[in-house]
């Protein structure tokens, strides 16, 4: 096996995504670029390679049980484990998102790809990562998904968001579940907030850059065996559920 680090990153053509796999390679590792769209997939990994980074394309869309199987026998037969997964893929599901007139089908794709995406590639990753010295999970959520945030008076709080937001509760919620089930191993699972980065996903009205966005992912891909886990950061630290 190789002595290499080995990390996969979903959603990596683009937005925060390349950035994260950008600065994993950085450090010397090896990285999967996620992403189902195979020119996409291409010019990211030629694109990566061209700035010094070990890249390899994984053909995955999160939403697909069989490409989610595939890349997980992919990732085995080149590496044979995983050592860091970053669950960056994400949608708004689309627009209007009032909870009072949004379609169903909204709701549904961005549960489908938030939270659903989430759980199926971290469970067919599982076994590759359980064969790691010191897996790490970073599942990029986003301070919308707050509670906390959501409910205190003059915090910032977003659009008013059925689907998008909501996604991210659920995904928080589920990472603590993850932590709990996985607390006697030494998978270490967190979720983080990029902050609000001018990208795609929000037309780029974001303030922050992309490589501004993915600081925090690689902070969490990088935590030492006795850091935290179940837990939600930005760059500022801990945020409130
Ligand atoms: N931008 C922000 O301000 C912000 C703030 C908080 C949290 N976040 C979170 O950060 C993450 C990255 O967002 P971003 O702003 O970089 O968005 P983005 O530029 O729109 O990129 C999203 C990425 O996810 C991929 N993706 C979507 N559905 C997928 C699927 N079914 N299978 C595989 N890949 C899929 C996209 O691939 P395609 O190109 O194929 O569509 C793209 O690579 C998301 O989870 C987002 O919720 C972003």
Do not use: H
Not at 26 to 40: F, I, T, Y
Not at 174 to 191: F, G, M, P, S
């Amino acid at each position: 096996m190789s002595e290499e680090t080995i990390a996969l990153v979903t959603g990596a053509n683009k937005g925060i995504g390349y950035e994260i796999a950008a600065g994993l390679g950085a450090l010397g590792w090896s990285v999967g670029v996620g992403v189902r769209d195979e020119g996409r997939r291409e010019g990211s990994v030629e694109k990566l390679r061209a700035a010094g980074v070990d890249a390899f394309g994984v053909p995955l869309d999160v939403t697909d049980d069989a490409s989610v199987a595939a890349a997980a026998e992919l990732i085995e037969e080149r590496a044979g484990r995983l050592d860091v997964l970053v669950n960056n893929a994400g949608i708004t599901g689309g627009v209007p998102q009032t909870p009072t007139t949004v379609d169903p089908a909204t709701m549904r794709a961005a549960v489908e790809t938030n939270v659903i995406g989430v759980i199926r590639v971290t469970n067919a990753m599982l076994p590759l990562l359980r064969r790691s010295a010191s897996p790490r999970i970073v599942n990029m959520s986003s301070t919308v998904g707050s509670l906390t945030r959501q409910t205190t008076p003059g915090a910032e709080t977003g659009p008013i968001s059925a689907a998008y937001a909501p996604s991210k509760t659920f995904l928080n919620a589920v990472t603590v579940q993850y932590a709990k089930e996985l607390r006697d191993t030494n998978i270490l699972i967190n979720a983080g907030c990029p902050g609000f980065c001018a990208t795609d996903l929000n037309g780029f009205r974001g303030v922050r850059t992309p490589e501004q966005g993915a600081a925090i992912a690689i902070r969490l891909a990088t935590l030492p065996d006795d850091g935290p886990t179940g837990q939600f950061f930005d760059d500022a630290g801990p945020v409130p559920w």
